[in-house]
Nanobody, 128 residues
Framework: QVQLMESGGGSVQSGDSLALACEVHGGSFLDYAMAWFRQAPGKERVFVAGINRSGSTSRYANAVKGRFTMSKNNARTTVYLAMKDVESEDAAVYYC?????????????????????WGRGTQVTVSP
């Protein structure tokens, strides 16, 4: 059974930086493509960033491009989301997700249904 544990959420002010981490337990981390999604109050959960199995390819939602960076540390079985210049619109619960399908070798999937396992989420709150 694969378990994902997010950490690093908290309260920040607009313009601050924040780093999220997602530690993966179980299975073969090298075979997983990973992603971050987020869900703001009253809104649907949406794709934020994703990375392929090797970590060589990443993809970002337009809303975070240039401000967020996702990375994958295979030795630590952990993915990270470095957030800078945080905006009020970034406030949400952030979820880590992963899948083991072969498409993850070459590309980043952006739809929820394409991911097999999920963490419980970590809250990010942004104050003016």
């Amino acid at each position: 059974q694969v378990q994902l544990m997010e950490s690093g959420g908290g309260s920040v002010q607009s313009g601050d930086s924040l780093a999220l981490a997602c530690e993966v337990h179980g299975g073969s981390f090298l075979d997983y493509a990973m992603a971050w999604f987020r869900q703001a109050p009253g809104k649907e959960r949406v794709f934020v960033a994703g990375i392929n199995r090797s970590g060589s390819t990443s993809r970002y939602a337009n809303a975070v491009k240039g401000r967020f960076t996702m990375s994958k540390n295979n030795a630590r079985t952990t993915v990270y989301l470095a957030m800078k210049d945080v905006e009020s619109e970034d406030a949400a619960v952030y979820y880590c997700a992963g899948h083991s399908r072969l498409t993850g070798i070459v590309r980043v999937e952006t739809l929820e249904r394409q991911y097999e396992f999920w963490g419980r989420g970590t809250q990010v709150t942004v104050s003016p």
